[in-house]
Each structure stands twice: as C-alpha cells, then as structure tokens.
C-alpha cells in the first residue's frame, strides 16, 4: 500500500469528521437559539423577566451560545488551516464571565473556598484579557502563526 494514498484518505476522513462536527455545533446552536426564544417567551408572560436570578439565567444561556459559535468559529479556521488562537481566547473569556456573572457564594462549602473560587475567577479574566489585548493589539508585530 501507498503509504501517501493512505494519508491522503486519512486527511479527507478527518477533514469530513472536521465539518462533521461544525454541522453539529450549528444543530447545538439552532436548538439554543429556539429555547432561549422559549424561556425569553415563559418569563415575559409569568411576569418573571424582572427577575434578577431569571435574567441572570438569561444571560447565562445566550453566553453559552456564544461559546458554541466560538467553538463552532474555531472548527472551521482549523479546518481552513488557519490561526484559531484569537478564537479561543475569545471563548475563554467568554467562558469565564459566564462563570463570574453566574458566581453565588452559597454554592462552596465555606467563605474561604467562595473566595479564593472569586479571586481565581478574576485572576483568570485578568490574564485572558491581557493576552486577548496583546495579540490583538500588537497583531502586526506577532509572529504570523499566532495571530
């Protein structure tokens, strides 16, 4: 066997498998979408939309839909053979202020977990927002491969 042949048939399988998994996260997002519309639609007649926890819940389910378009982003610029660096910063700090903006204390076992589970939160933001900005910013002064 052609060992060429071979890898060639290998990469078209996982190219496939590669937007395989792109058509599912558009499926994932799609659903999302029509829930988030559902539960938009239940607190609007309940008369619960002012709700601080319902509207935290809100925004909770429409960052998880940014992940799962980050995500979905970040498949197709693999796929494409391009930098996803960008992309994946972009879902780690949308991930984290997700976990910050969902943040309830009584959720630990004590003040001291809650804690340090806030300033590790925070620590986290902090350094994904310093490297987002520095790529970003700097972009035509880093090397080529991580912008």
Avoid: C, N
């Amino acid at each position: 066997m052609d060992e060429r042949r071979v890898s060639d048939g290998l990469e078209r399988a996982m190219r496939a498998l590669e937007l395989g998994t792109a058509g599912l996260l558009v499926v994932l997002f799609a659903v999302g979408a029509v829930d988030f519309g559902l539960q938009i639609l239940e607190l609007g007649t309940s008369g619960r939309i002012t709700d601080p926890r319902a509207v935290v819940g809100l925004i909770d389910t429409a960052l998880l839909l940014f992940i799962i378009v980050e995500v979905f982003l970040t498949v197709i610029a693999y796929s494409r053979d391009e930098s996803v660096v960008r992309i994946v910063l972009g879902a780690g700090l949308i991930a984290i202020a997700r976990k910050i903006i969902t943040f309830r204390t009584g959720a630990y076992a004590s003040t001291e977990t809650a804690l340090f589970a806030a300033a590790s939160y925070g620590g986290l933001l902090a350094v994904l927002g310093a490297v987002f900005y520095g790529i970003s910013h700097h972009a035509g002064e880093a090397p080529e491969d991580l912008v």
